[in-house]
């Protein structure tokens, strides 16, 4: 896989770490509904979960870009829309339905990995 997607799961890592803590205790000031302070901390963890399963990718088989691809995406669209609908949900509505799609890129992501190769011989010990 090429380099961005190494740089992207540190990025979408390290991202996910600050929202997570923004949503633990800046947000908690704007924001009274557990729920939707629940649906940020879903969106951390998937980010940040995905973002090490991104790394693992970039590294285990580096030629697979559909699951680079997907993964990607589908953080951007699952997690970054959720943070919008928490954030606004008058306003980003129109996300919503961005969700679904994103977590359908998140599962294709993982069926793009199944058939991948397994792990290169140089990189067995």
């Not at 940020?40 to 963890?45: E, I, L």
């Not at 399963?53 to 680079?68: D, E, I, K, S």
């Not at 969700?99 to 359908?104: A, I, K, N, V, Y």
Request: aromatic letters at 10%.
């Amino acid at each position: 896989m090429p380099l961005p997607f190494w740089t992207l799961g540190c990025i979408y890592g390290a991202s996910s770490v600050a929202l997570g803590a923004f949503g633990a205790h800046g947000l908690k000031r704007r924001i009274a509904d557990p729920a939707r302070l629940s649906n940020w901390s879903t969106a951390a963890q998937y980010q940040l979960l995905h973002s090490g399963v991104l790394l693992l990718t970039a590294v285990a088989t580096p030629q697979n870009v559909v699951a680079g691809s997907l993964f990607t995406a589908g953080m951007t669209m699952f997690s970054g829309s959720i943070y919008l609908l928490v954030l606004d949900p008058q306003r980003f509505k129109w996300v919503g339905p961005i969700t679904p799609l994103g977590g359908l890129c998140l599962i294709g992501g993982w069926v793009a990995l199944a058939f991948t190769k397994r792990v290169p011989p140089s990189l067995r010990r």
